[in-house]
């Protein structure tokens, strides 16, 4: 390759990167992008907390959410990286079946284990006994066995705080 092919190159590759950046600029200007994902879109959880509930001072930081309870969890491994032992939760009450949407992680009794579980929502159907729930720790490999009754959850996670 002559040197007059290595500069165009060089021109080209740089020329895309800058548009590439305004771009971005223009169209993302005030929002956090992640840089590079190869993954497809997962179901995130319910924007349970609006930006009008949240205040920041200089010496704290107050979120306003009515009957919240504060979460801490076992070293498990099944929620990794969202959550770890080390994490502080903020969970909510569920009022209603149709409080649950996929994607939101929920705090349940199973019936398979002692304690309560905190895994994401991946399914909601229903059958002749109801609305059931199908749950899975985001960093296992297959979701938890059986179906989830509204009656089995406890709490819905709102935020972790690290």
């Not at 590759?13 to 190869?38: A, C, M, T």
């Amino acid at each position: 390759m002559d040197k007059l092919s290595l500069i165009i190159a060089i021109l080209v590759f740089f020329l895309g990167w800058f548009s590439n950046e305004v771009f971005s600029y223009i169209s993302f200007n005030d929002k956090e992008l992640p840089y590079f994902s190869l993954n497809s879109e997962q179901a995130s959880p319910a924007n349970r907390i609006k930006e009008n509930q949240i205040q920041i001072f200089k010496d704290k930081i107050l979120i306003n959410v009515q009957n919240a309870f504060l979460a801490s969890y076992a070293d498990t491994n099944s929620m990794d990286p969202l959550i770890d032992q080390g994490a502080n939760g903020i969970e909510i009450k569920p009022e209603v079946p149709e409080d649950i949407q996929i994607g939101d992680i929920i705090a349940y009794t199973p019936s398979w284990t002692n304690g309560l579980v905190a895994h994401r929502v991946v399914e909601i159907g229903y059958d002749n006994q109801g609305i059931y729930y199908i749950a899975k720790g985001d960093n296992n490999p297959n979701a938890d066995p059986g179906k989830i009754r509204f009656n089995q959850i406890k709490y819905v996670l709102i935020g972790v705080i690290y």
